[in-house]
């Protein structure tokens, strides 16, 4: 079964903690990406990465960091400078086959985090 | 500043009616086009891409991408409860990038 897989799928974290998402792709994809979504919201980019060991700020990447050791796998960083940390995070991935459908985004089930 | 704009709803249609839903977007030179659906809780999943002007079928959704106008919007004929979601529509930008501009969705009520 190819596809992404987050985890875990529910975290609650205390505050002044960094917390890692887990986010992983069998689809052989070059890119991936992180979302966050917050309630009534759309999705806001907070990193990418277009190949391995490199990665791109998003448009909300303050609080965050991510790498890209391998080309399935692309964890975030929930660090404690992150002011407002509850959100539904989403991971994706595009780019399998060169083509017209190369950069369809397909996204894993997500992660709710929540600050107590 | 890219934009890509949707009604947020709700749009509310009854059982078997068709249900059209609309975005525009700000960037002229944008190449490609797709609808998610997400239900409460759950991510988007894509349901349509469109990458020329004209309609694209497929089941009972058929997209429509018209550049001149710089829209492009989604039909859902025969609509079901089971339809009833937010769909997102997404742009990607010109120049090669694959970081596309998601609009904040239009929620969908299909009633019985």
């Known amino acids: 079964d190819g596809g992404i897989t987050q985890s875990p799928k529910y975290l609650f974290r205390k505050e002044g903690q960094n917390v890692t998402l887990s986010c992983e792709q069998n689809l052989n994809h070059d890119a991936m990406y992180w979302y966050r979504q917050d309630p009534g919201q759309g999705l806001r980019l907070i990193y990418y990465s277009q190949i391995v060991n490199d990665f791109q700020k998003g448009d909300i990447a303050e609080g965050y960091s991510v790498s890209r050791e391998k080309k399935e796998s692309f964890p975030l960083t929930v660090t404690s400078a992150q002011k407002n940390p509850t959100a539904f995070y989403l991971c994706?991935?595009?780019?399998?086959?060169?083509?017209?459908?190369?950069?369809?985004?397909?996204f894993g089930p997500g992660t709710r985090l929540t600050v107590l | 500043q890219k934009e890509v704009e949707q009604n947020s709803g709700p749009l509310s249609v009854p059982e078997g009616a068709i249900a059209s839903l609309n975005c525009t977007y700000s960037?002229?030179?944008?190449?490609?086009f797709f609808w998610y659906r997400q239900y409460s809780g759950k991510s988007p999943e894509l349901i349509m891409s469109i990458y020329s002007n004209g309609d694209k079928e497929d089941g009972r959704f058929t997209a429509q991408l018209n550049k001149a106008s710089q829209y492009v919007s989604l039909l859902i004929r025969d609509s079901q409860p089971s339809d009833s979601a937010t769909y997102l529509c997404a742009v990607n930008p010109p120049g090669g990038s694959y970081i596309p501009t998601f609009g904040r969705g239009t929620s969908l009520i299909v009633h019985p």
């Open positions: 994706a991935s595009s780019g399998g086959y060169p083509g017209l459908g190369y950069n369809e985004q397909f």
């Open positions: 960037d002229r030179g944008s190449q490609s």
